[in-house]
């Protein structure tokens, strides 16, 4: 019976470190996005922006997480579909359009106009035909990185994890090895 005891202990040990292994990684990566986010409010690696669409459009379905490479505007061609960032009315919203007009203003800059939006190479986040898309992934980054998800999945579950530690300090100091918790 104490053997069976003994490689029960090892399996649960094996599989409660497997899952903190996860949700530490989970937890990084939330915080990572969270430090990493542009002016627009998106996760941006270099040259990569992750984009977890929130409604249903013509190619992709709410929460699909996409992750978009930005490309040179020589790469940009006419009935492209782009992702962008529409400035008008000081409201910054992440748009989905397919170019209509392309104008070479010069060498680092160009003008780009899809359906009623005309705006700059600037405020081109990708190409739809260039992007990866991960399915549902994209609600759970959005709840990780949420404001009350962040607070419920990563800051309280670390702060019990934290307090258990100080408690188990503070008793193994007054008690010694008389009393574990």
């Given at each position: 019976m104490c053997v069976v005891g003994g490689y029960m202990k090892k399996i649960l040990r094996i599989i409660f470190g497997f899952v903190g292994f996860v949700?530490?990684?989970a937890?990084?990566?939330a915080i990572v996005?969270?430090?990493k986010k542009n002016d627009y409010g998106y996760p941006q690696f270099n040259n990569k922006t992750l984009i977890i669409i929130d409604e249903d459009n013509d190619y992709y379905k709410s929460g699909d997480l996409v992750i978009i490479e930005k490309p040179?505007?020589?790469d940009v061609k006419i009935n492209d579909?782009?992702?962008f960032y529409d400035t008008e009315?000081?409201?910054?919203t992440l748009n989905v359009g397919t170019i209509i007009a392309k104008e070479k203003v010069n060498e680092n800059e160009t003008t780009f106009q899809v359906q009623g939006h005309k705006f700059s190479s600037e405020y081109l986040v990708g190409k739809i035909d260039g992007s990866m898309k991960y399915s549902t992934i994209g609600k759970i980054l959005g709840t990780l990185t949420?404001?009350?998800g962040f607070f419920f999945i990563i800051i309280i579950p670390f702060f019990i994890m934290f307090m258990v530690e100080i408690i188990a300090i503070y008793s193994e100091i007054r008690y010694g090895n008389k009393k574990k918790i």
């Open positions: 949700y530490l990684v937890a990084v990566f996005c969270l430090i040179s505007n020589d579909g782009v992702f009315f000081k409201k910054n949420s404001k009350w």
